[in-house]
């Protein structure tokens, strides 16, 4: 049976990994994904929510995502937040449809990409650290024999080495999706 700070722990990498996957797939590449609009928060009656509650996203290859509004009292609203995201990104509207164009990554854009996502993996990164730490103290107080303690804190690291290994496998892959 596994102590509740161990459970707690695989827990929270899961939300890590989960959390670092969303945010990357968030980070503009050379070739359209949905995921680059989908959590653009909109202001719609009033209230924010994520782009993908107010309309369908699909991509038109080779550079083009179409977004589809499903109330055109919200096409201004979707066109604005596009514009005001950190994309750079120009929407152009389409009747009830917005069209946005993907220009070629320049270099230079392309290396700030890539420093932005090694220094977001590095947060990530950070917060295994974090909980690892708080970990080994919730089980250096929950155990009094050495053995179970220690069996205790190698499979922390464990899983630790796992999450970490993880997390630089989606960081190469981002990292070559942008230098595509």
């Known amino acids: 049976m596994q102590h ?23 980070v503009r590449a050379n070739r359209p994904t949905t995921a680059l609009l989908e959590n653009i928060p909109v ?24 977004v589809q509004a499903w109330d055109k009292e919200a096409i201004a609203s979707i066109m604005k937040a596009i514009e005001s995201s950190s994309l750079g990104l120009t929407p152009q509207a389409d009747g009830m449809s917005i069209r946005v164009r993907l220009p070629e990554l320049s270099t230079e854009r392309r290396e700030e990409l890539i420093k932005h996502v090694k220094k977001t993996t590095e947060q990530f990164k950070i917060q295994v650290r974090h909980f690892r730490d708080e970990t080994n103290k919730k089980i250096q107080k929950a155990f009094d024999d050495e053995d179970q303690r220690f069996r205790a804190k190698e499979e922390v690291q464990k899983k630790t080495d796992v999450v970490n290994k993880e997390i630089e496998t989606a960081l190469e892959a981002k990292i070559k999706e942008i230098q595509e």
């Open 43 to 66: 202001t719609y009656y009033g209230q924010t929510t994520p782009m993908k509650r107010v309309a369908s996203i699909n991509i038109v290859p080779p550079r083009e995502i179409v």
């Open 4 to 26: 509740p700070a161990l459970e707690e722990f695989t827990k929270h990498l899961d939300t890590i990994l989960r959390d670092l996957k969303q945010e990357l797939s968030g």
